[in-house]
């Protein structure tokens, strides 16, 4: 089951805060982020697992409601280089070998 | 270190043709994955291993085909080309252990005529 991710799109001007959304309808055993560039290959940002923590990279960081099944990634004080389509991968606890990506949001992030 | 290497980069096939989509990964990954996107589309899910000798499907396996003779190579089987499956196609791997992050190929640039 594919995960879900909102919104679909994003712009912002440079500095600014934005929060995207990803959640499942089957029990998570982790989360994955990632953020893909035009023309390019998707590239890791982070993973969260169950048991609800969060984490931190620079100035992006996410949590993982596990009650929920819910994950969320924060992008604080937004750069040029932000600008991308971002991914969440989902495993679920029923089967946690498949790594399952959601539809992604694009964020442009404008001087 | 290499990571993952696709190949080919770039193929344009007739309608019906086959071929093989060719993934190596040099980082003794146990989990290699074949993904789909299309133009403005996140990443589907076709065919998955877990180890070397393993395969299982994924959400869009209609029309492919994998195996997995060695940890290191991963290829992907058109058996017939179709429009429909004109696509980038990118191969990942990851070790075993749900906190490990998954690496990508650059992605092979398929367009069937």
């Known amino acids: 089951q594919q995960p879900v991710q909102s919104p679909q799109a994003v712009i912002l001007r440079e500095g600014e805060d934005a929060v995207i959304n990803c959640s499942s309808s089957?029990?998570?055993?982790?989360v994955h982020w990632y953020r893909q560039k035009h023309g390019e290959a998707p590239v890791f940002l982070m993973i969260?697992?169950?048991?609800?923590e969060q984490k931190g990279h620079e100035k992006i960081s996410a949590s993982f409601n596990e009650k929920k099944q819910q994950s969320s990634l924060y992008l604080t004080a937004s750069q040029l280089s932000y600008s991308g389509t971002y991914f969440c991968?989902?495993?679920?606890?029923?089967?946690?070998?498949?790594?399952?990506f959601g539809s992604g949001t694009r964020l442009l992030v404008r001087p | 270190n290499a990571g993952v290497t696709q190949t080919p980069k770039f193929q344009v096939l007739k309608t019906g043709q086959s071929m093989t989509l060719q993934c190596a990964q040099d980082?003794?990954?146990?989990?290699m994955s074949w993904y789909r996107q299309d133009p403005g589309m996140g990443l589907r899910l076709i065919h998955y291993?877990?180890?070397?000798?393993?395969?299982d499907q994924g959400e869009v396996p209609n029309g492919y085909n994998v195996s997995r003779s060695t940890t290191e190579d991963f290829p992907l089987r058109l058996l017939s080309a179709a429009p429909s499956q004109t696509s980038v196609y990118f191969c990942?791997?990851?070790?075993?252990?749900?906190?490990?992050?998954?690496?990508f190929g650059d992605g092979t640039r398929l367009s069937i005529l």
């Open positions: 089957k029990a998570l055993y982790s």
């Open positions: 291993s877990v180890g070397a000798g393993i395969t």
């Open positions: 980082m003794n990954h146990e989990y």
């Open positions: 990942a791997s990851r070790t075993g252990g749900s906190n490990q992050p998954q690496h």
């Open positions: 991968g989902t495993e679920s606890l029923d089967s946690s070998y498949k790594l399952i």
């Open positions: 969260l697992l169950k048991g609800g």
